[in-house]
């Protein structure tokens, strides 16, 4: 990303403008003609709400938006606008843009902002020829008296940071195995001034985590547990938040072998919870909030290669937990019960895990929001929901109900890595609450982590969803203290 926002008191007048107004409200005219007004009352008049001018010199935007409007869906309209104005740019080889709005809200202007600068995003590392492919914006300038210079430059590292974990996900495993995503998470967040501790094989086999060692058998590559730790002297914390990215750079549904089509084809991303878990410490850690937050991250590949694990296997967690292998297929919960066990050494204010985890949750609500469940507080959860509302990555709550733990009884161990048929979803949850011995939340990403077609700002391929949602919500815990 290579954009210069920047606040201005003046529009420049060889910039494109953006006027962000509100619905039967009077607005500044003065850089339209006669014509131009008459033509943008008609557009109005009948109910448009994205009107432009072609000034033949530059470009002219009106956004009208119905303030009565839920406010989160309200800035969402904004963003989707913002990448409506980006696409326009880009498709006339213009670069530069000054956006104000007619009531001066900030909250609004940061929204819009923010969709024009997602949506700049691609990624081009593959293409022999990307010139021509390359978002064109170089210069916003923002219009408006009351905002403040921090949360431009808010948007502009989480927006940095976010672009790096898109890179992450939308990368290929035949250049990204775990050893190699250990080693760009620490360079992200060490950069950002992170401490991070990056395991090795030995170490692993010497903490007995036995789920990551039984995914990583099928591998000709070693595994890697990394953690993540950002503890400023100013945290309003002794104890931290943890959170657990999944990271299984490929998944082949291991011995548990996925149909290609459709399934399969997009298993690079099924590391996505690991590079959003990375990509919250460095946003958070880029901005210095004074929270004590700490990332823990599984890695292996799952492959059917070598002595992979089996269907009918016993394995046995870092607590002592025997878990009978019914699929390999279910290599997540399996990798991320060893992290939550790990997660016990720092007795966690709260731990949430970030996992493509289940079809079940995708299938259940589709790419519209993630699913959730978990035992901690409903204050917590609420405020969850709230930031997720805020920066429009949605949260679904899903029951934990006792009656799920009798679909993950074994017949020959503790307990089996699938409960069947039914609420997948639940029961993959439910598997790893039973290694969770503090207040905990588990995110299930799956629907939302990578979409398939061009879904607005938030592009085509990895999504980073969660990213910006977790990040809210320790910036509130932050200001409530």
Known sequence: MNIDIRKSENINPTYNIAILAIKDSAFD?????????????????????????????????????????????????YRKAGNKVQSVLNDNDLDSISIFHSNNDTEAIIAFTEGIVLSTYRFLKYYTNSEDKKSLIKNIELICSGLSQQSIDELIKISKILFKVKDLINEPVSSLNAEELALQLK???????????????????????????????????????????????????????????????????????????????YMKSDMSGAAIVGGVLAAVASNKLPIYVVGLIPATDNRPGGNAYAPGDVVTIMDGTTVEVLNSDAEGRMILADALVYAQKYDPILTIDVATLTGSASMAIGPYALVAMGNAQDEIKKLIVECGNQVFERVVEFPLWDDYAELLKSDIADIKNVGGKYAGAITGGKFLEHFTKYPWIHFDIAGVAYSKKNDNYRGKGGTGFGLRLLYNFLKKITAQK
Not at 63 to 76: A, G, H, R
């Open 187 to 265: 360079e992200m967040c060490e950069k950002e001034g992170c401490s991070v501790e990056i395991m090795r094989k030995s170490k692993i086999e010497s903490l007995r985590m036995g789920g990551l060692l039984a995914v990583n058998k099928g591998s000709v590559d070693p595994p890697t547990f990394t953690v993540i730790e950002w503890k400023p002297k100013d945290a309003i914390n002794s104890k931290p938040y943890v959170l657990v990215g999944k990271g299984i750079v490929y998944d082949s549904g291991g011995l548990s072998l996925k149909p290609t089509l459709d399934s399969m084809d």
């Open 29 to 77: 005219v003065s850089f339209l003609s006669d014509k131009e007004y008459e033509y943008a009352k008609y557009r109005i008049d009948k109910g448009d709400t994205f009107i432009t001018i072609n000034q033949l010199n530059k470009l002219v935007f009106i956004i009208i938006n119905d303030p009565s409007k839920d406010k989160s869906n309200l800035l969402e309209e």
